[in-house]
Nanobody, 124 residues
Framework: QVKLVESGGGSVQAGGSLRLSCAAS????????MAWFRRAPGNERERVAH????????VYDVSVKGRFTISQDNDKNTLYLQMNSLKPEDTAMYYC?????????????????WGQGTQVTVSS
């Protein structure tokens, strides 16, 4: 299995930017897609964006489209999330996850391996 470790979270003011990283290590087959999820207190965990590792095609939730960018560096086994124009409602614990088997990359239940999360706090 693969181990995923997020980093780059922190506290910023509204309108600021952060870049999250997810470093992958350990033995595994190549992932089909990787994704960023987030969970705010009192809310369900939601998918922010995912990327198809083979093609590099990306999909974004409407709440972050135009502000966030998901990308990957396969040589470094690292996933990124560039977060611009941050809003207080973006405050959440952010997780990266990897999917390996068949199924939809849109579904949370399809992802096998998860990181421990990194906290993002946006103040007004």
């Amino acid at each position: 299995q693969v181990k995923l470790v997020e980093s780059g979270g922190g506290s910023v003011q509204a309108g600021g930017s952060l870049r999250l990283s997810c470093a992958a290590s350990g033995y595994t087959v190549s992932s089909v897609c990787m994704a960023w999820f987030r969970r705010a207190p009192g809310n369900e965990r939601e998918r922010v964006a995912h990327i198809y590792t083979g093609s590099g095609n990306t999909v974004y939730d409407v709440s972050v489209k135009g502000r966030f960018t998901i990308s990957q560096d396969n040589d470094k086994n690292t996933l990124y999330l560039q977060m611009n124009s941050l809003k207080p409602e973006d405050t959440a614990m952010y997780y990266c996850a990897a999917k390996f088997d068949g199924g939809s990359c849109f579904r949370e239940t399809e992802y096998r391996d998860w990181g421990q999360g990194t906290q993002v706090t946006v103040s007004s």
